[in-house]
């Protein structure tokens, strides 16, 4: 069985730092993109950042400059948050092509105090 299990969530004063991880653990065959998505209350799930499995990268323009993603091996991935704002406040979902599927996590809260 395939699990994304991320880590790195809390609260944080607005133009603080946070950095999320992203581990996959489990049978896995093959693994490729990886990414963070965010999904703020009532709204919909957004991609925040991705990352392939060659190190190519693509941002949401709205944290292009604050935020990196990086992966220092093909089953882990990270985001640092820098510069956080309030309107970052959302659950950050980790996402991984594994295996020919996508897979998400569990989901990690992140909160910007203003």
């Known amino acids: 069985q395939v699990q994304l299990v991320e880590s790195g969530g809390g609260l944080v004063q607005a133009g603080g730092s946070l950095r999320l991880s992203c581990a996959a653990s489990?049978?896995?065959?093959?693994?490729?993109?990886m990414g963070w998505y965010r999904q703020a209350p009532g709204k919909q799930r957004e991609l925040v950042a991705r990352i392939t499995i060659a190190g190519s990268t693509n941002y949401a323009d709205s944290v292009k400059g604050r935020f990196t993603i990086s992966r220092d091996n093909p089953r882990t991935v990270y985001l640092q948050m820098n510069s956080l704002k309030p309107e970052d406040t959302a659950v950050y979902y980790c996402n991984a092509d594994i295996n020919y599927t996508p897979r998400w996590g569990q989901g990690t809260q992140v909160t910007v105090s203003s």
């Open positions: 489990g049978s896995i065959f093959s693994i490729n993109a």
